[in-house]
């Protein structure tokens, strides 16, 4: 079990708990580190259930098309933002039926995100920003970063 596992692991068990996603707090160690600002409306949510954006878009469900996934979201709050362009989402890998995951293209397709590769024809499982080093750039308009996830539950294997 990694880290990300680790976490939702924890989280899933804790309703009182929210997590702080830090991939957006820069690789360059010249730079501040970036203290998310909706520390409050953590706390709001947690203390008085108020109706408050707490969190970037967390995976829903995915949907297999023609080729390519289609990725659902919660936690949009006034939709989805990509940080910095409008396209192409970074930090995605897609995999088939080998298990063996690729670099993929993503884009936003209204409230969803289509993920896809032409290295994989008949796409089964996809992983956002699953590395130690991640450099997605998927956000909420609130300025919330994306928890890295997957869609798979394979055994994790250090790739030779």
């Excluded at 957006?24 to 706390?43: F, M, S």
């Excluded at 259930?49 to 709050?77: Q, Y």
């Excluded at 890295?148 to 790739?159: A, E, G, K």
Aim: proline fraction near 8%.
């Amino acid at each position: 079990m990694n880290i990300h596992q680790s976490r939702r692991v924890f989280l899933s068990e804790d309703c009182a708990s929210l997590w702080g996603i830090l991939t957006d707090d820069g690789h360059d160690a010249r730079l501040p580190k970036i203290t998310p600002y909706p520390r409050e409306n953590c706390r709001m949510k947690i203390a008085y259930g108020e109706d408050v954006v707490f969190s970037g878009p967390t995976l829903r469900d995915m949907l297999i098309e023609k080729g390519r996934i289609r990725l659902r979201f919660d936690h949009l709050g006034s939709g989805l933002w990509v940080k910095g362009q409008t396209c192409p989402v970074t930090g995605f890998e897609i995999a088939g039926s080998d298990k063996h995951f690729v670099r993929a293209e993503a884009y936003p397709a209204g409230i969803d995100i289509v993920v896809y590769s032409e290295e994989v024809a008949e796409p089964v499982a996809v992983r956002y920003n699953w590395s130690n080093m991640p450099e997605g750039n998927l956000y909420n308009r609130e300025g919330l970063p994306a928890p890295p996830f997957r869609t798979d539950d394979w055994d994790f294997v250090i790739p030779e």
